[in-house]
Each structure stands twice: as structure tokens, then as C-alpha cells.
């Protein structure tokens, strides 16, 4: 009887990569890792699988449903949708335990039940900077985050990017003046600028409150040119209170961006940045890849005022930055970054025994090892052109053939699969 | 009204790290993956969900169990138990676009509804290497991925630690001698051989067995000494086919073991390891922390067949290892390992601005990083003591004070934290 076989496959939504990509990604990982680690962050990891309670917490409707939730046991279980309700938690958890200002990376999958659709991820990584401190923070440090990001992409030489950083105060304080009761909506709409046409966007305006306030809304958010210039322009509408702090943090932002080398080229004011109407109050800010703008933002985040307000009566202010890898991933795969990526080969070896000289070949690995390069020995029987198409075909740069006359004479021969270059070589060189 | 907080916590079973702690752990993985890749495994990723049919096919009875399953709109789903079955599943899919002999390593999370108890996770971490090819695989492969847990293991320094190891097809050799029917029930009972006593072990197999062929079995698995003179006490039973093949795939293993540099007294022959009734076909092997082998083996795994068997008819023989890394981490912790672990600080800078100098700290900032160094500025207003006490705190080894009198003066002031030196430095040094 012929057995049968389940089909193996994958969920839809969810990434997976043949091993040659997986390099790149966990090479793009590490590097911009490295940059927040050696840039004073701290490490975090939290439980995939948290409390619904915990979790859910302030969440409902849209993210309640795309939650993976479901029982075990007699717990109501949920698997993190993002990585800053755990990080709330996970402050308010360890509060006497932490020093503050307490500065964070953390790395990690989060699930969402989204419709499937290209570049959207049911299971994703999100790779996280944030800050927080006890009471207060200061400003500067919203400039900060930005600035990782910044070394972070220039690290992994990222394609011309531009964050768009706009402060919420601003439009705030312009609602309050204008006495918009339906701020919220109006937020609402503007968040969605991007995936509106203008003129449907001016309409929908126009209705919720009216084409005079629509006006004045459309004129500040229409400012623009360098940084410094629309910090003036906007510094000259004296409108109140909120209005005035907002201006002040991103002119505050703006100086210390300048400050930590965070080039002017790298970011555009865009007073249109809204960021969802979740726990943002002040600075938030989006990065699009010039060119293709249409894949949305690749890195966002923003200020909070008081993070884990439901876990603690500590006031907690922060601001975080968030860089959805797997999308960012797909987004470099769709421009051919990926394919041009240079993951440098040219330290990698592959010794092939030809005969019983597994002797010989792990001195040469050792050797090969110690240098600090990347080796492995061919252990099975095949022909030779067979072993070197191996090579070949995962981009082995070096080959080192080992047969017994190598043995004797103490030698090696050593092919570069790229120059087609072949060397014999004294074996302690 | 006062407002009523939801309590912050986790599921009990998860391990979650203060940072201090979590800077360790990275610490440790990292260094293992970086052998695992130096040595020419190449990463793979696969999701941490998958469709139930898929990652239960083999399964039933206990692992069933512990799985968290779950359904999300028409799909039943499940969460990764180990790393094994979805790298069957991911090698079935890929078979045509992997290259064989085809050596992965990889890091994940796995989930598993055990009874909750000290030093057992429902959601940890585990760390596998596999080699697998199409047909036939190399015994050598059995040795070499012991040989990279050992390299692993001196990379991170870890204390005194014993592979044992063992072949299958050893004692299945005998039972087939022996004519015993219930092998698998005699199986199960070498297996648990640490957890119950002598007596009970000897009393349970001569129920099972009767007297004679227990008193064999026993003398077979008392051989003691160094690996190649147990080698040579087994080849003197000349049993029958399948037994000599284990000793001689035992053979070659401690052979190759030393050309590859494992020393003699990392590994013992212990044929009382079974790893479970699972896939293990041939060589199997766990790894004991001497003086504390109570908690269990760290590092286990060994050679099957064919992994796919459930998902495509193409024949791939593998041969596995695998790190707990929580549990293992767990270990170290209780040892005190963890806390004598050397986490080098000594690049580690903190530089605090006094006054308005904050210009001059990111210059400051620029060059301590493209040393290589560590660092960050403190942006917060808070007294110099504090700014003190929190570099202090966070394990910062040197902190940077930068007063509007150092501006002027182009020099700064280098406190040691360890040490309590402190010394005063031109900007360029």
C-alpha cells in the first residue's frame, strides 16, 4: 500500500526563507542590534504567550479581533500583538527593579490576525528602542531613539530613507482653538492622509467641521521646506498653550537631531503624522523609503506620557521606535536590495578529503577556524565535481582539496570558486 | 474614585529576565550561534504556529497533551513543541531548493503544557544543529556536531560537563539476540534508568525479562572504562548484524571525536542513553554538569533514519543536537554560574552633561563609539550624584563628566567606577 503523505506547508501570512535569505535577515538583525547595544540599550525578552487580561487591557475592537487568543486549561491566554503592552507590563512588574531611565531593545515575533494580504504578517518580528523614566523624560530623548535608527540604517546601508517627525501637541492645540468637538474623527481622518485622494480628503474635512477651520487645518499642515523653517512658520500662529509646548518639543527635537549628527537630508516635519489614535501624546514619527512610499512606514513610534497606566499609579513617560523587520524584509525583497545584499563570503571555506586524509583536514579546519574564518569538512562520499558544485552552490568562496600526496607533502591546494584562482599552499600558511 | 489596576504578571512556567540577566543570556546564545555559523551551519527561521496536522502527525498520548493548540477562524493550529518537526516539515517543503548534505542551526521558542516545576519552562528556548542529506549521511556527522556543542561549550566556559553517549542499535542488537518481545517496554525502562534505584531498575527487568537475559543485558551495560576499551569489551561480542554496526558506528564516532579535537574526558560511553522511543535511530547522546547531574542533561540528541518520513517519500537520514538554552540558563543560575559570569565592562561609558554642554557630549559620544566603545549620554536633569549612582548601578564602568569648564579647557574628566581613578583627558585622547 502506498503511504500518504500531509502536504508540508505553512500557514498563509506567515515568513519563511530558504536558508541563503535567512543569512541576511539574521545579518540585518544583528547589525542594527549591535548599533542599540553598544549605543547603552539594554536587553529585554518577554513570553510570547502573556494573560488575556494583561494583554487586552486596553485594547477593542480592530486589535481585539486580530488577537491569536484561545484557552489552556483554565487561563485565558493571548499571544502578544506587539511589543509595548509587554514592555509596559513588564515595567510596572519590575518597577523596584529597574534603574531608570531605563533604555530597552528587545527583539521578538508578535501576531496579528490580519487579512492576508502582500507584505502584511500574521507573525512578525518588531525590533524595539524605547525610553522611560520615573515622572519626567526629557524631550532629547525622542531625538535620541531617532538617531539610532538613523546609525542603524546606515549601518546595513538601508536605501534613501526620510522619518517624518511631527509632534501631536501641534494639531492639539489647533483643534482646542478651534473648538473641534469632533477631534477625534478629525485625527482619524487625517491619520488615513496617505491612503486618501486630496480632494476626497479636503470633502471628508469640509464635512466634519466646516471650510473654514478646514482652512486654517489645511494651511499649518501645508507648511513646508527645511525643518527650521516650518519650526518658524509655525512659531509665528502663537495659539495656546498645548499648541506652543508642541512647538517648542519639536524645535527642541529638531536641535538635538542636528546635535547627535542625524543628517537634515534624513527627515522632513510632516504635521500629518498622526500614528493611530493609540497611547502617542506628544513627538511621532514614520519612515518612508524614497521611491517606494506606497509600502508605508518601516520604522514609526513616538512619545507616550504615561505608559503602563493600567498596571501602576507611577507615572512613566517615554518614547519608543519600533522597526518591523519582517515587513522591512519583504519591502527589500520586492526593490532587489536583497539580492544585491553583500554578505561578505570571501572568509568562507569548504575542505574536501579526498581519500582517508580526515587527519589532515581537521588541522587544516583548525587553522582555518582560528584565523576567525567560516569552515566545514565534506564528510560524505561523492565525486569531487560533485563536492565543489556544492560549494559553488552555497556561495562557498574557498575550496581546500586534501588528498594523500597533500598529506605528504604537507600542502594544500586551495580553489577560489569566484577567480577560478588555484594555489598550493604550505599548510601553516 | 481611585482607579483600580490590573496586576502585573505572567503566566507561571514563563522565564522572563531582568536586563542585567538578559545581557548574559544574549551573551551565551550568541556565542554558541556564532560557532554553530563560524562551523558552516547556515540559520533557518520557521513560524512559532503551524497547522495542527502538520506538527502533530507523529505524535500522540503525552506530547498531545502539553501542545497548545488552538483554533483561529476554520484552522486548527498549534504552537511548536521542539525544533525537530518543523525542520522536517521545512526540509520536505524545501527539498528542491535546499542543498544537501544541508546543515541548519536554529534558535526559537518552544511550548509545551508541562506540570508546572522548578527549572521546567512551558515556553523555552531551544538551540539545535542538524545535519541532514538525502539517502546517507556520514556517521562522522555524529561526531562533528558533538564536537561543535563541545566548542560551544568552551566558548562560553561552562563548567565541567560529560557527553554520554551511546548507539541504539547496540541493544537492539541484543534484544533481537535475546529474543525479547516487549523491547519497547524494556526500552522505556533503561530509559528512566537515572530516575529510579538500582534495586527497583534490576527487580522491574527481571519481571519484565526474567533472570538471564537481564543478568546479560546489565553486563553489557555495565562495561566501564575509557570509550575506546568499552569499544573493544563490545566487539568482543560478536552478536549479530545490527549490533556489530552500532559498535562500529561507535567506533568511528570516538574516532573521529579525537581527530576532531574533543578530549577524552569530555564523553563517556554510557549505553544506558536511550533519548526516549522517538525518532532516534543510531548514535544518541545527552550531556551531564558534573556534580550536578540531578538537573537533568543540557544538550541532547542524536541520529534518525528519516526525519520526513511523514511528509515526503525522498529518504533523509539526519543526525541532530540540541541546547535547552532556558533550562540550561535556569542551571546556571542556580549554580552560581550566572552571577560570577564576566560580562566585560570595562568599555562601558556613561557621559553626563553639566550645564548646557550637551554639543560637546555628542562630539565626546562620537568618539568613544567609533573606538568601539560602549556609551551614552544622560539626558535627564537629576543631582551629579544620582547621574553617579545610576552608572553605578547599570554596571557601567567608566562615566564621563562634562561641566561648561571642560568645554572651554577642550578636555574631560574620566571617572573609573571600579577603580573610583579619575582622570583628566584632552577631547582628542
Redesign the interface.
Known sequence: MK?S???????PG?M?????E??I??DIASKILDVY???????????????S??LL?KSGGETEKQV?A????K?N?ALRFDLTVPFA??V???LN???F????YQLG?V?R?ERNQRGRYR?FYQLDIDVI?KD???V??DA?VISLASKAFKEISLPTYKFQISNRKILSGVFDYLNIENSLQVMNLIDKFDKVMPDEFNRELIDLIGEEKSDFINKIMSFSGAPNQIVNELKKLDINDIYREGVEELARVIK?LD???VDKKEYDINLKIIRGLDYYTGTVFETKLIGYESYGSICSGGRYDNL?E????TILPGVGISIGLTRLFFVLQEIGFIDSYNLSTEN?Y?IIPVGDT??YC?IVL?KL?KK??????????ASLKKKMK?AD??G?QNVVIIGEEEVINKKVKIKNMVSGKEDIVEIEN
Chains 1, 2 share one sequence.
Not at 310 to 313: L, Q, S, W
Open positions: 503511504k503523505f500531509i502536504r508540508p506547508s505553512i500557514l506567515f519563511e526563507l530558504l536558508p541563503k535567512q543569512r535577515f539574521d547595544e553598544r549605543n547603552g540599550c539594554f536587553p529585554i525578552d518577554t513570553p510570547v504567550i502573556e494573560k487580561e494583561v487591557v491569536y484561545f484557552q489552556k486549561g487561563n491566554l507590563r513588564y510596572a512588574q519590575h527593579e529597574l534603574e531611565p531605563f533604555k530597552r515575533k501576531y490576525g507573525e523614566n519626567k523624560l526629557s532629547d530623548n535620541w538635538i546635535i547627535l549628527k503602563a493600567n498596571y501602576t499609579d568562507d569548504l580526515i587527519e581537521s583548525d577556524l576567525g574564518y567560516r569552515a566545514s569538512i565534506y564528510f560524505e562520499e556544492y552552490n552555497l562557498i
